[in-house]
């Protein structure tokens, strides 16, 4: 006699009166609303992905921004150098759907400030700044998500344009099994300031899963992933189960479009209702960097 397995995975609904996740829901593993339901019995557990982008789906803000902060509370990095990384970032955030050539170039210019640095250097000092800055920064809703996925028995993946040296220890902070993300040149030890690949950017993400379900046997039908970026459609379409997470207007419209789910863990009502544009978002980055830069400018001639 035959028996057929079956595979449920409870989601939490989110309360729009507090913004936070509660009760919890069951859906079929692979029956996303906006597709077909995959054909044939579920797989295993281990053979489920949950792929989370970081900036702004994991973390508040963008984890490489964080990251600079500290090493300019350091003084690793002067405010000039803070002022011009918070302008390759904000390019980065506004023409991120451009060509792979451009990403890469404004990528390079982002993480310029590490170039000629010692690789172990960076790490520790990174891990440190996690602990001081970014941990605080962690979306609580979306950490709960993975969790949840963990404790399902699911694969749990970041995948983000960030540096693979943050996005590994930020997924090892949460108890994940791992990230995809940017990974830069290195020579004897040494950040060359050169990208070995393309970013880890919009398209060139569902290429990175794709290749890492070969890998690891994961069954991407099956599997999940949330993004608050319209830049990561491509992404979200490789698995049968994409859900938005505090999306951009872009993005929560072709979500609602798709019949897929949002969640949204921002307080701003305004903002909760209608999502931050990359451009807004660009400019308050490029804002602040230089406010810092002209603040420690001002503190140095006192």
Avoid at 35 to 62: K, L, V, W, Y
Wanted: proline letters at 5%.
């Amino acid at each position: 006699m035959s028996t057929t397995r079956e595979s449920i995975f409870l989601l939490p609904s989110l309360c729009n009166q507090c913004g936070t996740l509660h009760a919890q829901y069951p859906i079929n593993v692979g029956s996303n609303p906006g597709q077909s339901s995959a054909i044939g019995a579920p797989p295993e557990p281990q053979n489920i992905g949950a792929f989370f982008d970081i900036d702004n789906t994991i973390m508040r803000g963008a984890s490489i921004y964080h990251l600079a902060r500290g090493l300019f509370a350091r003084k690793i990095l002067s405010a000039t150098d803070l002022a011009n990384f918070a302008i390759a970032q904000g390019k980065f955030l506004t023409y991120g759907s451009e060509n792979l050539s451009d990403m890469a170039r404004i990528t390079e210019n982002a993480l310029s400030f590490v170039t000629g640095r010692n690789v172990d250097e960076v790490t520790a000092l990174s891990e440190d700044i996690y602990d001081e800055i970014m941990a605080d920064k962690v979306w609580p809703g979306t950490v709960q998500l993975a969790h949840m996925h963990r404790a399902a028995g699911h694969q749990v993946w970041l995948v983000s344009a960030a540096p693979i040296e943050l996005a590994n220890i930020i997924a090892n902070k949460l108890g994940l099994s791992g990230a995809i993300a940017t990974v830069s040149e290195i020579e004897n030890g040494i950040y060359t300031g050169r990208l070995k690949n393309p970013p880890m950017h919009g398209e060139q993400k569902a290429l990175a899963v794709a290749q890492l379900a070969r890998e690891h046997d994961l069954v991407l039908d099956h599997s999940f992933a949330y993004s608050d970026s319209s830049n990561d459609i491509p992404l979200l379409n490789s698995v049968g189960n994409p859900t938005a997470i505090n999306p951009d207007s872009s993005l929560r419209t072709y979500a609602n479009e798709h019949g897929w789910p949002v969640h949204d863990f921002r307080r701003q009502r305004l903002v909760k209702r209608y999502g931050i544009p990359a451009g807004a978002t660009a400019i308050a980055l490029v804002g602040a960097g230089a406010g810092l830069a002209i603040a420690a400018t001002r503190r140095s001639r006192a």
